[in-house]
């Protein structure tokens, strides 16, 4: 059964959000997309936002298989992630691709992904991100409105160097 | 005892009816209209914007006539009341489409 679109942005609280004109360090909303796909007229589009040497650094989108890098020489607390709402009818795969440059050897790190859906559905798993490149395929269940929410943080050990993270789809 | 005069002109009147009722049976057989004052089927009558035949016997051809929103209905234009919107949808293989709908405040 077709699912009427909802968005074009949204948050956990309204499913019919427009697009926001300026953004805030911690943004409450993301972009709604069409499973993988481009909507008629708007692109798929995932939000990203990092916070690396202190510094936090957001309001941006990303599209399908773009990659957003950080640099970092510090921070424990470091992390880059992605948040999107999504619709589709039947469930389907997405890759969370990872990689990392370090500057001075390799300390671990946390690489964690949650989905929820208004249906009750939800996934949370959390990783050993370990160096160089990686790739993780998420299997999202079929929703009026979900949420996938995926990141890399620095674990025990602070990493100085550089992370790429994207998202992709499996079959393109 | 009729007179000669009076049988030719019986002859005449006979003569007529029966090309009247010959008339009156190819305009029926061509879909003439038929005449409740004198029982005969009128000829078909052509009307020249359209060269078709009107549905109601009167002066105004309505086969030819474009819908209009008076008309109501599908593929009518939009019905009084109603505001025609362009959403968007998932179809059933998660592929994005859009699609025209009819809404209604109420």
């Given at each position: 059964?077709?699912?009427?679109?909802?968005?074009?942005?949204a948050?956990?609280?309204d499913?019919?959000?427009?697009?926001?004109?300026s953004?805030v360090?911690?943004?409450?909303?993301?972009?709604?997309n069409?499973?993988l796909?481009?909507?008629?007229?708007?692109?798929?589009?995932?939000?990203?936002?990092?916070?690396?040497?202190?510094?936090y650094?957001?309001g941006?989108?990303?599209?399908?298989?773009?990659?957003?890098?950080?640099?970092?020489?510090?921070?424990?607390s470091?992390?880059?992630?992605?948040?999107?709402y999504?619709?589709?009818?039947?469930?389907?795969?997405?890759?969370?691709n990872t990689?990392s440059d370090p500057?001075d050897?390799?300390?671990?790190?946390?690489?964690?992904?949650?989905?929820?859906?208004?249906?009750?559905?939800a996934?949370?798993?959390?990783l050993e991100?370990?160096?160089?490149d990686?790739?993780?395929?998420?299997?999202?269940p079929?929703?009026?409105l979900?949420?996938?929410?995926?990141?890399?943080?620095?674990?025990?050990?602070?990493?100085?160097?550089?992370i790429?993270?994207s998202?992709?789809?499996?079959d393109? | 005892?009729?007179?000669?005069?009076?049988l030719d002109w019986?002859?005449?009147?006979?003569?007529n009816?029966q090309?009247?009722?010959?008339?009156?049976?190819?305009?029926?057989?061509?879909?003439?209209?038929?005449?409740?004052?004198t029982?005969?089927?009128?000829?078909?009558?052509?009307?020249p914007?359209?060269?078709?035949?009107?549905?109601?016997?009167?002066?105004?051809d309505?086969?030819?006539?474009?819908?209009?929103?008076?008309d109501?209905?599908?593929g009518?234009?939009?019905?009084?009341g109603y505001?025609?919107?362009?959403?968007?949808y998932?179809?059933?293989d998660?592929?994005?489409q859009?699609?025209?709908?009819?809404?209604?405040?109420?």
């Amino acid at each position: 059964m077709a699912i009427r679109r909802a968005g074009p942005w949204a948050s956990s609280t309204d499913s019919y959000l427009d697009a926001p004109d300026s953004f805030v360090e911690n943004p409450s909303q993301a972009p709604v997309n069409c499973a993988l796909v481009n909507w008629v007229g708007d692109d798929w589009k995932t939000l990203w936002r990092k916070y690396a040497d202190n510094t936090y650094d957001s309001g941006e989108t990303a599209a399908i298989g773009e990659e957003v890098t950080m640099s970092t020489t510090s921070g424990q607390s470091d992390f880059i992630e992605m948040v999107f709402y999504y619709q589709a009818v039947n469930s389907f795969d997405i890759d969370l691709n990872t990689s990392s440059d370090p500057d001075d050897g390799f300390s671990t790190g946390d690489k964690t992904w949650q989905y929820s859906t208004i249906e009750s559905g939800a996934g949370d798993f959390n990783l050993e991100f370990t160096d160089g490149d990686e790739t993780e395929t998420i299997t999202l269940p079929a929703s009026t409105l979900g949420s996938l929410s995926v990141s890399i943080r620095n674990g025990s050990f602070a990493f100085k160097g550089d992370i790429a993270i994207s998202l992709s789809d499996p079959d393109a | 005892m009729p007179t000669q005069a009076d049988l030719d002109w019986n002859n005449v009147v006979s003569k007529n009816s029966q090309k009247t009722r010959r008339e009156s049976n190819v305009n029926k057989k061509e879909g003439g209209i038929y005449d409740l004052s004198t029982g005969y089927y009128k000829p078909k009558k052509e009307f020249p914007q359209t060269g078709k035949r009107p549905i109601q016997d009167s002066d105004e051809d309505f086969v030819g006539r474009e819908r209009t929103d008076e008309d109501g209905g599908s593929g009518g234009g939009v019905p009084a009341g109603y505001e025609e919107v362009l959403r968007d949808y998932v179809d059933d293989d998660n592929t994005a489409q859009q699609e025209y709908y009819l809404t209604k405040a109420v």
